[in-house]
């Protein structure tokens, strides 16, 4: 990357490019290779000047797996007016799009070092904490109370939803479409063991 030409900028401005430097880097190596000393020279400023917008190494990496999971949520976003099955579908279809076009700054986020350092898991805890709500807020247009231990199960198909992506990314066996209705099937065969789940038409939905 050519560095950035040196200009005025507001301190907002300047942290959010800051920010956005990092996020470009992390789709060339992982969080942990992203240095001061290269963000500073990309941004024409000094390492010094880095950190009076961030107090260490580690406040910016943790604002940069912040900025990634926004962008991620954004994407993701559900698109209102539809019913809750095909909602459900455009959503992950959403994810999927999101996370192969990102796959390199995904993979290392949820596999690297970062994985392990419990600010950057809060970080992730509280993304999955507005997937899961997500999904929740469906269920009452379906009819299903949604008790505690299905926002339990739901939370859990999030996670799968996570490593059935990553493992894809590195294999690619199925297809898009493929991915997208075995996530879909998932869900309710997850959270519903037990209940009649036929009046469902999960099948119905429309992948996008």
């Known amino acids: 990357m050519d ?55 580690h406040d910016f990496h943790v604002a940069i797996v912040e900025h990634t999971s926004r962008q991620m949520l954004d994407a993701t976003e559900p698109p209102v007016g539809l019913d809750p099955l095909t909602t459900l579908a455009v959503a992950l279809a959403s994810y999927v799009d999101y996370v192969t076009e990102h796959r390199s700054s995904y993979v290392s986020l949820l596999r690297g070092t970062a994985s392990g350092d419990p600010d950057m898991r809060a970080v992730f805890e509280r993304t999955r904490d507005v997937m899961v709500e997500r999904t929740v807020s469906q269920f009452p247009l379906l009819g299903v109370e949604c008790t505690p231990r299905i926002a339990l199960a739901i939370r859990g198909w999030v996670a799968f939803c996570e490593e059935v992506t990553i493992t894809w990314l590195n294999q690619e066996d199925l297809s898009r479409d493929e991915l997208i209705e075995l996530l879909v099937h998932a869900l309710p065969a997850v959270v519903l063991p037990t209940a009649d789940t036929t009046e469902l038409s999960w099948a119905s939905a429309d992948a996008g």
């Open 3 to 57: 560095s950035v030409k040196r200009t005025r900028l507001s301190p907002e401005q300047r942290r959010a490019q800051l920010i956005d430097l990092g996020v470009e880097m992390l789709s060339e190596r992982t969080l942990d290779a992203i240095s001061v000393e290269d963000i500073a020279d990309q941004a024409g400023v000094s390492r010094g000047l880095l950190f009076h917008y961030f107090s260490s190494k």
